[in-house]
Structures are given as C-alpha cells and as structure tokens.
C-alpha cells in the first residue's frame, strides 16, 4: 500500500517570504518515484519534480527547491522568495510497486499575499 | 507540442442521465490515465490504458462506468445512471512509455456536476 500525507492544508506567506510544503510518504517498496504538481486556480495539475527513491540528491530549479530524506520518508518542497503567482495548490504524489497508479496526497493550498 | 487535452471542460447533467467524457493524449504518448478529483482532496486513480489495453482498474471505478481508448489514441470516460456522488473533475493525463514510471503530464480536466 501507498501513501502521501501532506499535514499542512493551507499556508499563508506574504510576498517574498520563503515558504516549505511538506510530504510524508509510506511504501513498502524499495523503488519508488515521487512527484509534486502545481494546481492553480484554473486547475490543470502541472508537473514540477520527479524523483527516484535511489536519488537522495537534493535539486534547485530557480526559486524552487526539493530536499529529499529516505530516513524520515519525506519530501518536502521549498519556494524561495514567494511570489503571487505562486499562489495554488501543490500535490505531492507517489508511485510504486510497479504499477502506474500514482497516490497523491491532500495537497497544500498556498495563498501568498501582496 | 500541445499538451493533454480533454472535452466538455464542464458538464452539467441530471441524476440518471448518462454522460461521455474524451481525452485526446499528447501525441507521442501511449499511456493514458483517468484520474477523479473532488473538492478539497488530490486526483484518485480510476483506470490506465496502454495502447489500447486498459491493463489497471481501481476499485472506484463501478460498473456503471466504463472506459475505452478503441485506436490507442483518444479515449472516452463514460459514466452511465450518474449519481450526485459522481459530481467530481475528471482529470486524464498521459506519459510516454520509456520507464517504469514516467511522469504523467494532466489535462484540464471535465467538471461534472450531477443535479
């Protein structure tokens, strides 16, 4: 079985703040791929990250940045220096097992203020 | 390249009315996927096609819904005798085949609501 928690499920920053957006996940499987996805207002999910559970490596792409932990089955997502168009919801999500299926967990909804 | 794209954007139907939904995948993809989404919660698996082999299917998806991708292309989500239960978003995504699990990349979903 497959599992995302995200704890957090709304989060207020004002502009320019640093915010991070957690993820628990739980799998008995040594391979796994995890992901986070955008969903703005208009609502189509957007894909941001992809990882492999072999890859502990954390990754910076411009503002946003992932850090990785198998120790404490986490994935957590930071954006640095928010912005309003930053505003959404972000899915953390999981896929294992061999299987397609992919688990996303409840989501986090940011609202960053002006 | 254009993206995954679905067909109605909005739905708005009558209990017991049946209703089709289409998803026409990223070109070179031939995995597609339907997801359902509701109010405050993440997408929930339903069924995945390869070509035109639906090769998973969750246990929400009931026997009054059905879904095809005839020609390994396009595919259709068909929900028969809807409930106001099934008043959800309707999201289809697609992923190449080059993994075990590639990234699936979403449409803007069809918004059904069941009066």
């Known amino acids: 079985a497959q599992k995302v928690t995200q704890a957090q499920t709304e989060i207020s920053v004002v502009e320019k703040e640093d915010v991070t957006l957690d993820c628990v996940y739980e799998?008995?499987?040594?391979?796994?791929?995890l992901f986070w996805y955008k969903q703005p207002p208009s609502g189509e999910l957007v894909f941001l990250i992809r990882?492999?559970?072999?890859?502990?490596q954390n990754e910076i792409s411009g503002r946003y940045s992932w850090n990785f932990q198998k120790s404490t089955s986490s994935f957590n997502f930071t954006i640095t220096a928010s912005q309003v168009v930053d505003s959404a919801v972000y899915f953390c999500?999981?896929?294992?097992?061999?299987?397609?299926?992919?688990?996303f967990g409840t989501g986090t909804k940011l609202q960053v203020i002006p | 390249d254009t993206g995954v794209s679905q067909n109605p954007r909005h739905k708005i139907t009558k209990r017991g009315q049946n209703v089709t939904f289409r998803c026409d995948p990223i070109?070179?993809?031939?995995?597609l996927y339907w997801y359902r989404q509701t109010l405050g919660q993440g997408p929930e698996f339903l069924t995945y096609f390869q070509n035109e082999a639906q090769l998973e299917k969750s246990r929400l998806l009931s026997d009054r819904f059905s879904a095809e991708r005839p020609k390994g292309s396009f595919s259709t989500l068909e929900i028969q005798r809807t409930e106001q239960g099934d008043s959800a978003m309707y999201l289809c995504a697609s992923s190449p085949r080059s993994g075990p699990s590639d990234t699936q990349y979403f449409g803007p979903g069809t918004r059904l609501t069941v009066l």
């Open positions: 990882r492999n559970s072999f890859d502990e």
């Open positions: 999500a999981l896929n294992s097992g061999g299987y397609q299926k992919v688990t």
């Open positions: 799998t008995r499987d040594t391979t796994y791929y």
């Open positions: 070109s070179e993809h031939n995995r």
